[in-house]
């Protein structure tokens, strides 16, 4: 067990780390980082802790159940505190304009007392609506409220699960296709132009009503205090930023009312954070579809024109190699992208998609039956008792799972909740995905007999598992 867990735990370390780096922005604090790091990971600990878990079953050693069991009620807990307490309040606490810790707590907490009572109280009424109907249920609600839980995990999984198992082939398979990747940028180009440009507006705006409530704003005003913190930020962005010049800004009909009271004030702080947020995130989403379009032109041209340039790659972001050494990086760097990049994006496509047609016919084969169709199945009976290959081969298959249900559930969140953008997502975007996760995840984890802890969200591999060792599980 503890060999797999060597390898196992420090590659999602490892990628959860990775990731972080990758999409979080500069100005996400230190704090952040820490609770939404610890909280992927808590979301992520199914994938080691499954075929862990699976092998114990397996093999039949009850010796290795105790750390099992200790492991699931660690991850389990984990993720139900950071889901319903930690992720919310922090959230709060980022997305508030206020000026002082307490105030910006304060704020974080009354409106996530406020969002608990109204589910509270819908849950209530429905709970009272089930015991007025049926007086004999008063004794199985725990069970009733136990099964909705259970059903909405297992749809909602299996939803993710299955858009991410169909889209991801296709898009690796439809990148490999130049004519339409090129179509496809040219038009999202011009789509992010015009958010950008709304984008810069929106952000200019902001400047313009922060500089005009200053000058008319006097020195001894009780609020002063406030739009000093303002100005310094404003000012602290416009350095970090000396190409940006803000131009056209206007003032709206409710824009100069902003110094009234501490709150005005906090709204105004707030709306030039988002401001600024957005503009930058919209200009990062521009110049990478800019230069991914351009470097797929290169591509294409290099290979139209092969013969004449002696099958070199020639790059119009840089200049010519030069030498020996140059000329053998130039004719490698044409034969990865013009030649052997898109076959391999085409083979990755197959493999991934015949992964997920043995994932589906696992799964449509799950009940009991004579013949043992699933591939992961017949892989892991092929294995036979090696521990390490056993626990290697589950977890492969089911990181992949992982991916598909994270992949569906980031891209429905991007088009309502927040914004991804690699290097400068926020926190506030960073906290909303990890809510999200984690939420899932508590729904899912929760499954499974509440007697046996150990078998906390294996119902992510029954699906594609064999009927024998689902049964012995």
Sequence with gaps: ??????????LTVGMVAATLRYFAGPAVPAHVLAVVGYAWLCSLSFVVLVPTDIWTAVSGNGDQKSDVRFFWSWSYWSTFILA?????????????????????????????????AIVGAIGLFGLILIIIMRHDWVRGILGFSMACSNTFGLVTGAF??????????????????????????????SKMATKLDHAHQEYCNAIFVVQA???????????????????????????????????????????????????????????????????????SDYMTCVVEALELEDTIRNYEQRDASGWKYMSSFRENRSGTLGSFLDSTEFIWRCLLRKQLMRVLAVILGCISASILLAEATLLPSDVDLSLFSNLINAVGKREVLVQVAAFVPLMYMCICTYYSLIRIGMMLLYSLTPGHTSSVSLLMICSEWETLMTLLLSLGEPS??????????????????????
């Design 452 to 473: 046996t802890k150990s078998t906390h969200s294996l119902w992510l591999f029954i699906l594609y598992w064999s009927p024998e060792i689902s049964s012995s599980i």
């Design 1 to 10: 067990m503890w060999v797999f867990y060597m390898i196992s735990l420090p």
């Design 213 to 283: 409530t200053s000058n008319q704003m006097s020195k001894r005003d009780p609020l002063r205090p406030c739009m000093d913190i303002i100005n310094e930020i404003l000012t602290q962005m416009l350095q970090d930023d000396p190409s940006f010049k803000p131009s056209g800004g206007k003032l709206g009909e409710q824009d100069m009312d902003y110094d009234t009271d501490n709150k005005t004030m906090a709204t105004l702080r707030r709306q030039l954070r988002k401001a600024h947020e957005e503009y930058y995130r919209r200009k």
């Design 160 to 189: 993710l699960l299955g858009f991410g198992l169909s889209e991801i082939p296709r898009n690796v398979w439809r990148s490999a296709d130049w004519t339409r990747r090129l179509q496809f940028l040219s038009h999202r180009v």
């Design 84 to 116: 319903w307490s930690i992720v919310p309040t922090l959230q709060g606490y980022e997305d508030s304009g206020d000026f002082t810790f307490r105030e910006r707590l304060k704020a974080s907490i009354h409106k996530n007392m406020t969002y608990y």
